[in-house]
T-cell receptor
Framework: DTAVSQTPKYLVTQMGNDKSIKCEQN?????MYWYKQDSKKFLKIMFS???????INETVPNRFSPKSPDKAHLNLHINSLELGDSAVYFC?????????????FGPGTRLTVL | AQSVAQPEDQVNVAEGNPLTVKCTYS??????LFWYVQYPNRGLQFLLK??????LVKGSYGFEAEFNKSQTSFHLKKPSALVSDSALYFC?????????????FGKGTKLSVIP
């Protein structure tokens, strides 16, 4: 069984479009995250939710809006896509906010904006 | 502020030789330290972590890491490298201080094990 899953795996779209990426975890974890990995493989936290409550909201354009309908899901909606949004987006989860907990990552969604 | 440095972009090692991937960190409190591995076109996989206790931590696939507080380092090691260990390795740190929920990653080190 896949622990953290993301859909779609690949997303190719035009500038200006709106798109969503979905994430689900079946680990029973309380905390979920979105990361962005750029072309140089640098990994940066975007958002974190704990029990559906926003905990981390890094300096991300407000075109990016996370939504957590329940503890097992954290979706990412992106409005007015720009070329610079092209990256791999990873969803992750951890047991809870305890700082020693490791995170479990999804397979990633490769977003290409043309 | 917390930060992680991985000074080597790439490490090359012959199969069967020992490998080391370096990591140094900076935090204001005590560190929680992690190593993750990323294979091509895959998500990150957790390898091992240091929270407290023994400075030598053992993890998955025969990897280990040594926490050195005086040198603020957490180098990843393996006694005998395999070709299948070739991947991108990330060190990450989280400060134990209150309110520090964010995990900060290093820029990654590409490990190539040569047959």
């Amino acid at each position: 069984d896949t622990a953290v899953s993301q859909t779609p795996k690949y997303l190719v779209t035009q500038m200006g479009n709106d798109k969503s990426i979905k994430c689900e975890q079946n680990l029973g974890h309380d905390t979920m995250y979105w990361y962005k990995q750029d072309s140089k493989k640098f990994l940066k936290i975007m958002f974190s939710y704990n029990n559906k409550e926003l905990i981390i909201n890094e300096t991300v354009p407000n075109r990016f809006s996370p939504k957590s309908p329940d503890k097992a899901h954290l979706n990412l909606h992106i409005n007015s896509l720009e070329l610079g949004d092209s990256a791999v987006y990873f969803c992750a989860s951890s047991q809870d906010l305890t700082r020693g907990n490791e995170q479990f990552f999804g397979p990633g969604t490769r977003l290409t904006v043309l | 502020a917390q930060s992680v440095a991985q000074p080597e972009d790439q490490v090359n090692v012959a199969e069967g030789n020992p490998l080391t991937v370096k990591c140094t960190y900076s935090v204001s409190g005590n560190p929680y330290l992690f190593w993750y591995v990323q294979y091509p076109n895959r998500g990150l996989q957790f390898l091992l972590k240091y929270i407290t206790g023994d400075n030598l931590v053992k993890g998955s696939y025969g990897f280990e890491a040594e926490f050195n507080k005086s040198q603020t380092s957490f180098h990843l090691k393996k006694p005998s490298a395999l070709v299948s260990d070739s991947a991108l390795y990330f060190c990450a740190v989280r400060d134990s201080g209150a309110g520090s929920y964010q995990l900060t990653f290093g820029k990654g080190t590409k490990l190539s094990v040569i047959p």
